[in-house]
């Protein structure tokens, strides 16, 4: 039996094409006819582009981690859908020592930290495989939890520090203003 799948692919960078179909299941034999039209794309995003969960491009890295450390707020995201990173201002003792603390507990034993003072992109690059986990103190401006993307339990820890430290600033500025009711706490946390 001949059947026919048409679909509109973008080549990524490094040549590959996906095809996904609810016709295409394993162990079935296909012959695959590609026509190529040529069409002008943008073109592609810096090697730093860092993409959300929402697959919204971001400012490069080093631009995210230099407002984390002026703006002394806290940032996850995934950095070329590789690595997991957990930012910290490097002045948030409490909120490291509960990340290195996840680390740690995680690879059955403490984790040295990596100061790294340029091209940070380069060094993710290079230093992380699908079992690296790291500690990385960047210009001594913030702090990094580098793991494995497939690493998703450990995620989830670092992520569960994030947001205890978030609504412990929430609660405190509650406390000190008294201007955030529960249930505008609730609505902030998104709970």
Not at 27 to 34: D, E, K, P, Q, S
Not at 118 to 136: C, E, Q, S, Y
Request: proline content about 6%; glycine content about 4%; overall charge negative.
């Amino acid at each position: 039996m001949l059947k026919a799948i048409q679909q509109e692919v973008t080549i990524q960078p490094d040549g590959i094409v996906t095809l996904r179909s609810p016709e295409l299941r394993p162990g079935l034999r296909a012959n695959v006819i590609v026509i190529l039209t040529e069409t002008s794309l943008p073109p592609p995003q810096p090697n730093e582009a860092i993409q959300n969960e929402e697959s919204e491009v971001q400012p490069p890295l080093t631009e995210l981690l230099e407002s984390v450390a002026a703006e002394k707020e806290r940032m996850t995201l995934n950095y070329r859908k590789k690595v997991f990173l957990a930012v910290v201002p490097i002045e948030e003792v409490d909120v490291i020592k509960q990340l290195e603390h996840c680390l740690d507990d995680y690879t059955n034993g403490p984790l040295d930290s990596i100061r790294v003072d340029d091209a940070l992109g380069d060094f993710l690059n290079r230093k992380t495989t699908k079992n690296t986990r790291l500690k990385v103190i960047y210009q001594n401006k913030v702090f990094l939890a580098v793991v494995p993307i497939e690493d998703v339990y450990l995620i989830e820890e670092l992520e569960d520090c994030i947001d205890s430290a978030d609504a412990n600033d929430a609660l405190k500025e509650s406390v000190e203003t008294g201007t955030i009711f529960s249930e505008q706490l609730d609505k902030e946390l998104g709970w």
